[in-house]
């Protein structure tokens, strides 16, 4: 199996996409919070750009909540923010969420050639990794996969590459890698037994936690919470039913 | 010390470069041979972009040697490759060579706006170490160091960033890291000891053995073989004279 890591969004090379599966890492937070909202009930999450498009967005949604953040914080006159902690059932459940992020949500966009669209977080990383087997040992219709991590602000992130590296890791050794494949898989195999500290000196990490965000940190380091793997469908993301 | 850590020409996020040292590393092979070339007596080394910029410039620098590659190879017509063992005492001994090569010159030319490039690889770390410190010990005109890695075809490159591993490694403990200069130090502390191994297995280690050039790898590989610090001056690349 071909896996490519790309560092962040803006990366000056995309690869060819149209026959790859894409794996979009955000880690703080927004693939986290993606997987977090479906696990409640969420009934699909909107990627969009701007926050423009997503209130333009929600005129043809009725009744869809609006979730984002910029600079970390909630967008004014927003419902929820870019916290998991935000997307409680009593919120989401039932509902359709328009989100827009610095970073993730504009991974998922650029990612659009590709066949299909999934997130990956430290959180459901366990059914990622069963749902890539399946995927690539029963069909051969793909050629391999490309793990998109958004970075920060067009930068490479730690967190996000270290996430892309425990994927690498936990997915055997018949891998052929790129160079930021095998830097990833070099990182979390050297910070595996103190992952969350490793996060929380990441430059985004110790942003989140001046904002006060600590708690968000220590859920979105944390390793097979949630059973689920979230897709795009149709430009919206749901989750990827059995097959 | 603030140290910025930049993945490849093309980087998306250029930083704001005019009160910071540049140090520019391309292990696989220009500042290698760059290091080379002037501990062989080559009087200058000019970057530029394309071997139409060569040509031209030769006009104006008669006697001048042509030198780089596209694709790892020499350039038809020009009178040297970017290979170091190329950069022999006869042949630039007392001469200038203009050279362009896929990814370093073109990251010396990206970090312009800099007042001070300097060039590193594994062969000349201990001197760039050394002059690190006299820099920033014994005056403030700087505010940090950007360690620009020329990359591969505008993608992160194993090599480049071990070499940036290595040079944060020796810098000591008070220094202030983005996400990549961390990664590039526990990269460079999980590899130290097979440091070739590490290149030789990287995408570029591998097209460059399959070239014929394992020799290059073994070489510039090896840390701390020269004593000199390439730095731009009005254009051309020389050794940086004592202070």
């Not at 890492?25 to 498009?53: F, K, M």
């Not at 749902?131 to 992130?157: M, P, Q, S, W, Y």
Request: proline share 5%; glycine share 8%; hydrophobic share 40%.
């Amino acid at each position: 199996m071909q896996i490519e890591v790309l560092p962040s969004t803006g990366s000056p090379r995309i690869p060819y996409l149209e026959d790859r599966l894409v794996i979009v890492i955000d880690v703080l937070r927004a693939t986290s919070t993606i997987v977090t909202a479906l696990a409640n009930g969420c009934q699909a999450i909107v990627p969009v750009l701007t926050s423009e498009e997503a209130l333009e967005k929600r005129l043809t949604l009725p009744g869809s909540l609006l979730g984002g953040e910029r600079d970390s914080l909630i967008i004014e006159g927003f419902d929820l923010g870019n916290s998991p902690f935000d997307y409680v059932p009593e919120k989401v459940g039932g509902r359709r969420v328009i989100l827009t992020t610095s970073n993730g949500t504009r991974a998922i966009r650029d990612s659009i050639a590709a066949p299909m669209i999934w997130m990956a977080s430290f959180i459901n990383m366990h059914s990622i990794v069963l749902a890539v087997h399946r995927e690539f040992e029963n069909r051969n219709r793909l050629k391999g996969i490309v793990v998109f991590c958004a970075g920060t602000e067009e930068r490479f992130d730690l967190p996000d590459t270290l996430c892309a590296g425990m994927l690498i890791d936990s997915l055997g050794s018949k891998i052929l890698l790129n160079d930021l494949g095998e830097a990833a898989r070099l990182l979390y195999r050297s910070s595996e037994d103190h992952l969350t500290d490793r996060i929380r000196n990441s430059v985004h990490g110790k942003k989140l936690i001046s904002l006060g965000f600590e708690r968000d940190i220590e859920y979105c380091s944390t390793p097979n919470i949630l059973p689920i793997v979230p897709v795009v469908q149709e430009g919206e993301i749901v989750w990827l039913t059995g097959e």
